[in-house]
Structure formats: C-alpha cells, structure tokens
C-alpha cells in the first residue's frame, strides 16, 4: 500500500472523528498496547467474512530491501524485451522521461513510496521501513493482510499485464487493492466504533478523501507513474464499494472468478461493470515496409493519462469517457521507433470529443492524428 493512501486515510478518519490527530503516534499507540498481527487478523477476518487457513509470515524490511525485492522479481516475471517495448511505447507517447528506466522506477517507488507489500509467491508480508508501528502500522496490517487473507482463498496471480493484457492487469490490481482498501477501511471504522457493520455516512467519505489521494510531485517520480501508483487504490476501492453496495462482500468474492472486472473502464465506470460492457478487441497492424515489434491494448485510463498532454484534466477525462476499445501497434523501421493507435467509441459524438483532443495531443507529441487515429515516428 501506497504511504499516500496510508496518510490520506488518517486525515480522512480524523475529519470525521475517527481518529484523533495524534492518535498515529507511536508513543501512545505504544502505551495503549499495540494489536498483535493475529488480533489485526481476527479483525481482517470478521470484515472480509473470510477465514485465514494460516496467518501468513510478517517481516520488516528497510526501503533498500524492497528495491531489491522488486526488481528482482520484476527481472523474474517480465523479458527484456518487453520492458524495452513497454518503455519505448510509454517515452513515445511522452508518459516517461526519454532517460528512464521502468525497472528503476519500480525501485525507487518500492524503496520510498510503499508502506507495506504482499508476496503471493512466499506468501510473505512486508512492512518497509518506518511504517513499522502506531496506527500506520496496524492500517498497512490489514490492508497487506487482507490480500493474504484474499490469495489464500482465491490465488492471486499479481504478474503484470503487457500487450494484449495491458489492460486488463489494470483492471485486475485495481480489484485486488480495492478490496483491500474497502477492507482496511471497514477495519478501521469497525474498530473505532465497535458496531458489527459499517455505515455508508462513514465509509463513504473516507473513499471520497482517498479518491483524492496524489502522490506527490516531489517524489520524483514521473505523473503517469504517480497517477498509475493511486489509481487501483482510489478507483479500485470506488468500484469494489459499489459492488459491496449491490451484494455484500459475497459479490465481491464472484468478482475474483467468473465476474472479474476486465477493463480500466469498468474499474472508472462501475455502471459498465454491471452492464457486462466489455471493449472491443483492436489489433493493429504496423505500417508496410516496417518490422511489428508489440501489438496490444490501450484502455480509458491510459487514453485519459495520453490526453493529459496538450489537454487540460476536466477536458482529456471527459474526452476519454466513452471509450470502447483501444489498440497499439509498436513498430521499427531500422533503428528508428514508430507508433499507430486507433480507438473505437460507443458514440460519433464520443468520438467526435476525443478526436478534437487527440489533435491537440499529437500537436504536442509531434504526430499525426486523423480521426481516432494517432501515428508518431520516434
């Protein structure tokens, strides 16, 4: 869990009452007696209505260790050729910096953005650094240990999503983390006021103030890496409250099996998620005389992040709604990059928004855009 979404839940609880503003100290939560992992674990339990097979391992780790957890697992998981098609997708579409790295950038994030991560493969929880104690811990407890509690009932596979996938890994991290943030938030509630069940008129502000959560610019870390950081937390916990609202937490158990949401645009959209509104499939091809180096999707919220550049937010969010499908084709001519994308919407009038955005994008990006159609040569 992202130390953003950690502090923003404190304030959220502390402006409804929750919570005291110096109830995060680690002096009083130390003279109080802190919860041990198993009684958090109890707590998890009676929220999710789920029951642990065993707890799983809880170790600390500095913010170096976690470095070097995640790249090493991110060196396990994904090829190089990949993460070379990836980056050289992202930097044409100007979402990284031309001098960056996706695998440093996973570091850095690990090392000093995370409070607390969840190994489905040793089924191992790890706190990072100084969010060992007081009430930031107990949070990243059971939000960490809601994902435990989650793997060990349904498997999580969290391998990231590439080509065709691309999407639809969106889709599924943000049901994971949702889950896990709706829970920790019900935790917490549940715990402050010892009520069996959680009031929407207290749950619901707090996922509004999450909703609002930003990693800051000051982290050093590019906007379409900070965005894409909070995103599953904040949208993903929109969605799974809507879920929980419709069918309790049984309802959100089907949505990690045949129910799965399968697009960031369901996660964005919940109403589509119950409609079954799913996107078309667009498989474009690399122009003639060029070599076809990745094809793949391009869901609503990486064209919403793409129309960020040349667009203003309310403008690049509204254009990008009515999103029904997105493709890429990345492709090389020698030793140079290129890039064609084209999207589908559910309207002429969605479509005729978006490609009055995408003019402006690709003016900035140095492209050529006609219709829903982009093309850039790197």
Request: aromatic share 6%.
């Amino acid at each position: 869990m992202t130390a953003a979404v950690m502090v923003a839940l404190i304030a959220a609880l502390a402006a409804i009452g929750l919570v005291t503003s110096d109830n995060d100290s680690d002096e009083d939560q130390a003279s109080s007696g802190e919860p041990s992992v198993a009684a958090i674990a109890r707590g998890v339990e009676r929220v999710r209505q789920l029951e642990f097979d065993h707890l799983p391992r809880v170790r600390h780790v500095t913010g170096a260790q976690a470095r070097a957890f995640g790249t090493r697992e991110f060196d396990r998981e994904v090829t190089p050729e990949e993460v070379a098609a990836e980056e050289r997708l992202l930097k044409l579409l100007h979402l990284l910096p031309e001098d960056s790295s996706l695998r440093s950038l996973l570091g850095k994030t690990l090392a000093t953005e995370v409070g607390g991560f969840y190994d489905p493969d040793s089924g191992t929880l790890s706190i990072v650094g100084d969010g060992g104690s007081g009430l930031l811990r107990e949070i990243t407890l059971a939000h960490e240990l809601t994902h435990g509690l989650e793997d060990q009932t349904f498997g999580l596979d969290t391998t990231a999503g590439a080509g065709f996938e691309r999407d639809l890994g969106v889709a599924e991290s943000a049901l994971r983390e949702g889950s896990a943030t709706v829970a920790m938030v019900d935790y917490v509630v549940l715990k402050q006021t010892g009520g069996a069940r959680v009031p929407a008129a207290l749950r619901d502000p707090v996922l509004k103030a999450l909703g609002d959560t930003a990693v800051p610019a000051s982290s050093g870390l590019p906007r379409y890496v900070r965005e894409g950081l909070v995103f599953p937390y904040a949208a993903g916990a929109k969605l799974v409250n809507a879920i929980q609202d419709r069918g309790g937490w049984a309802a959100v158990d089907r949505a990690f099996g045949d129910d799965a949401p399968v697009s960031s645009e369901q996660v964005m959209h919940p109403a589509k998620y119950f409609a079954h509104e799913r996107p078309e499939r667009i498989r474009v091809p690399a122009p003639r005389g060029s070599e076809l180096v990745q094809q793949g999707d391009f869901g609503e919220f990486d064209t919403g992040q793409l129309l960020l550049e040349g667009n203003p937010r309310p403008l690049a969010e509204a254009a990008a709604a009515g999103w029904g499908g997105g493709g890429y084709a990345l492709w090389r001519r020698g030793d140079r990059y290129g890039l064609t994308m084209r999207w589908t919407w559910d309207s002429a009038a969605d479509a005729a928004e978006f490609a009055r955005a995408l003019r402006r994008t690709a003016q900035r990006l140095g492209g050529r855009a006609s219709g829903s159609m982009l093309t850039i040569s790197g």
